[in-house]
């Protein structure tokens, strides 16, 4: 019976001892995210490759998060190149990450549209020209002509001066 008992006891010691394992040491990473000229980035995200964990930053550009040393996070944000960023065995408490600028190539868009606008433009008012030469306008008769039925004054310059008022004016009384 002596032999049964020892067996089971190393069998059993040899679970309790595999069972315990090195657990990952996590190590606090935070910092700053600032642009080239020390403006901090709001709501950029760090993204852990290991964990797709994601962290964003505050108004302050300020983040935190909790990762293994070697791990890999890519800083992610809309108007800033992708980076990459490395955590070491201890890193640095609040540390300054400058991040630049993404660069974003646009086509330059070529266009024809004005000339052929004002083609269009010359076309039209030619038209309108001859409309109005065979409705019996005419420049030299524009002044008789009444361009607004609807207003009463419409050469009536309104309150006007002369030169003979003038000299009225100043013209010494005796």
Not at 85 to 107: D, F, L
Not at 136 to 160: I, K, M, Q, W
């Amino acid at each position: 019976m002596r032999p049964i008992v020892v067996i089971i006891l190393c069998f059993s010691a040899a679970k309790v001892f595999a069972q315990v394992e090195d657990t990952p040491k996590l190590v606090a990473f935070d910092g700053y995210l600032l642009l080239e000229d020390s403006i901090p980035v709001e709501n950029a995200f760090l993204i852990n490759y290991r964990t797709m964990k994601i962290v964003a930053t505050d108004s302050t550009g300020y983040f935190k998060t909790f990762a293994q040393p070697g791990d890999s996070l890519m800083i992610n944000h809309l108007s800033l190149a992708p980076q990459i960023v490395h955590v070491g065995e201890s890193p640095t408490k609040k540390q300054k990450i400058e991040v630049a600028y993404r660069t974003y190539m646009i086509r330059p868009v070529i266009s024809n549209s004005y000339s052929y606008e004002m083609k269009n433009f010359e076309h039209n008012m030619e038209k309108l020209y001859a409309e109005l030469r065979s409705l019996g306008y005419h420049p030299d008769r524009a002044r008789s002509v009444r361009l607004n039925p609807y207003n009463p004054d419409e050469f009536n310059p309104g309150l006007t001066v002369s030169l003979s008022d003038l000299f009225g004016l100043f013209k010494r009384r005796r």
